[in-house]
């Protein structure tokens, strides 16, 4: 019978080596709780995201964007099934998870900064309404954006299981971050409509660089080392925003101030989309 410590070393070695985890038996209880944890905070965030979409399919401006809407929707959807499929398969009671919790919810607060407001995993940012058209449009331009930064590590993460959906989800974030740089293009290029996108960039720029997480969290340090994460917190949330000025530059907008919550800012990130 493999002891625990053994168990440690042959998993700390498999992950130095640049291997796979594919199996439970394989998994120390470390690795199998922090593992739970990220998938679980990648799978709520894409329900929670889903559903605060679901307006826009009848509010959208045209029928093409109703069409467009909804496929981002299902395709989000899609997307936490096949996470939550995967924590089916580490053991959680996913249907009595999902009944107890209510991923429609949302709070009409104009700053939460980086707090939570109920006990499921969804980062923060799923708990504002998305209530305009230039808000869908910037939540596509940012937090997909900033969900795709995020998804990058977790393409080549340790748990094979999780690399093997990844790719799929990965690329239809991109299709979704297009559809927000087409829009924003769009109206960036009009003054009647530059101004209110401003103002939504203005709101969801903020919220969405709260997502990343502390600088040199402790907890990210373990992700590092358990191959679950490849980088710092910080280091994501500057590649995003560098992207976002090279958008916001081409666009002729205004990249707006953000200063981070030093003593509230959470040790981990959003890992979703």
Same mark, same amino acid.
């Given at each position: 019978? +493999? ?14 080596? @640049?291997?796979?985890?594919? +199996? ?10 922090? &593992? +739970?944890? &990220? %998938? ?11 559903? @605060? ?23 989000e ?5 096949? %996470? ?6 580490? @053991?959680?009671?996913?249907? /009595? ?5 209510? !991923? ?41 954006? /900033? ?20 790719? /799929? ?23 009647? +409509? ?18 990343? /997480? ?5 907890k ?5 080392? &358990? ?12 590649? !995003? ?9 081409? !666009? ?12 509230? %800012? ?6 979703p @989309?």
């Amino acid at each position: 019978m +493999t002891s625990a410590k053994e168990l440690e070393e042959r998993l700390a070695k498999k992950i130095a080596d @640049g291997g796979k985890v594919e +199996t439970l038996e394989e998994m120390t209880d470390e690795y199998r709780e922090h &593992l +739970t944890h &990220l %998938m679980m905070m990648q799978a709520d965030s894409e329900l929670a995201g889903a559903f @605060g979409y679901v307006p826009w399919i009848m509010k959208s401006p045209d029928i093409r964007e109703t069409l467009q809407v909804a496929q981002i929707v299902k395709d989000e959807v899609r997307h936490a099934r096949v %996470m939550y499929r995967l924590l089916e398969g580490m @053991g959680v009671d996913v249907d /009595g998870y999902y009944k107890s919790h209510n !991923f429609n919810l949302r709070v009409n607060l104009e700053d939460i900064g980086t707090q939570r407001v109920a006990d499921d995993k969804r980062v923060n940012i799923f708990y504002y309404p998305i209530e305009t058209w230039y808000d869908f449009i910037m939540f596509n331009f940012c937090m997909d954006r /900033g969900a795709g930064h995020q998804l990058e590590d977790a393409l080549d993460c340790s748990y094979k299981p999780w690399c093997d959906v990844m790719d /799929g989800i990965f690329k239809e974030e991109a299709m979704h971050m297009a559809h927000g740089d087409q829009w924003a293009r769009k109206l960036a290029s009009d003054e009647k +409509t530059r101004g209110p996108l401003q103002e939504a960039l203005d709101r969801w720029y903020p919220r969405t660089m709260n997502i990343f /997480g502390r600088a040199g969290s402790p907890k990210n340090k373990i992700y590092r080392r &358990l191959g679950l994460k490849k980088r710092d917190n910080d280091e994501v949330r500057q590649a !995003f925003a560098k992207e976002i000025a090279e958008k916001c530059a081409a !666009f002729g907008l205004k990249v707006p101030a953000w200063t981070p919550e030093e003593r509230k %800012m959470p040790e981990e990130p959003f890992i979703p @989309g």
